[in-house]
């Protein structure tokens, strides 16, 4: 199997909301990203399949050698080598593969925030650096349109944390920041038990609130000129927010199970999007 079929079969094996907004791309743009997407995969796997702290920390630590003989024309993975000819044709760097695999080891390091700013340093490592990279590939041409990348891939990434909050829980991870936690008196052994509570539901309400101020804030901040550059990541942005509003709508029951939004409807999404510019 060649570099560039691995990472197509790592990308539509995740089964990601992500992969929809890639379709649309043009083939070399295309290719970029989902080697990025890839790359994030493996060091995000690592974390999440490997039982072992020890063994997790080795790989993350392979990986971190792996970029940075890549970066120095020696790349042996094949995600890497997939990856390596569109680094310098998209301005992706060693440091933002870094940071996304610095995000993976506070997975290991870190089950629990204590306020939401540290919760922040996290999402801006694993989904707030992956947004700025991801812009670039789609097409950026303003600055300022890392600004919105940024503020959207950590929209991205709080929604995911309210969808998963039983299944982290299950992993011995609660992102959701303890100082809101005690705010709202939501206990950490009844999110492990799966306890639901009207004080639950307030606090993922908060939660959801929060996110759908970082949509509204990413889309005043993106710039005109790229907006037609920038359609992927409106897709994942209606894709993302489509998914909340589900999860709100489901007052919140996501501790017993994880909602998502069937292929078809994410296609759909994808379209509206490419076709009409809407979300």
Wanted: glycine content about 6%.
């Amino acid at each position: 199997m060649n570099p560039d079929q691995y990472v197509q079969d790592k990308a539509a094996a995740s089964g990601s909301s992500f992969y929809y907004a890639f379709l649309f791309l043009p083939k070399e743009r295309r290719a970029a990203i989902t080697a990025f997407y890839a790359f994030c995969r493996e060091v995000d796997d690592v974390v999440d399949e490997v039982s072992d702290p020890g063994v997790a920390a080795t790989k993350l630590a392979w990986w971190r050698n792996e970029v940075h003989q890549a970066f120095a024309g020696q790349p042996t993975h094949p995600v890497m080598k997939a990856l390596m000819p569109h680094a310098a044709t998209y301005g992706i760097e060693e440091r933002h593969l870094q940071a996304v695999i610095e995000g993976c080891q506070m997975d290991l390091e870190q089950t629990r925030y204590l306020d939401f700013a540290g919760l922040q340093r996290y999402c801006h490592l694993v989904a707030g650096i992956v947004g700025e990279v991801a812009a670039r590939i789609f097409g950026q041409q303003d600055e300022r349109t890392t600004a919105y990348a940024h503020t959207l891939g950590q929209a991205l990434q709080l929604t995911n944390i309210i969808r998963d909050v039983g299944e982290d829980a299950l992993r011995g991870r609660i992102y959701l920041p303890i100082s809101e936690l005690q705010q709202f008196d939501v206990k950490a052994h009844e999110i492990n038990k799966r306890e639901y509570s009207e004080r639950f539901t307030a606090l993922m309400r908060f939660q959801a609130e929060r996110a759908h101020g970082l949509y509204d804030k990413a889309l005043a901040l993106l710039p005109g000129a790229d907006r037609r550059t920038q359609k992927p990541g409106l897709m994942m942005a209606s894709i993302y927010r489509t998914l909340l509003r589900e999860i709100e709508a489901e007052n919140f029951q996501v501790l017993h199970q994880r909602i998502s939004l069937p292929p078809m409807r994410k296609l759909w999404l994808a379209w509206k999007m490419q076709a009409l510019g809407r979300m």
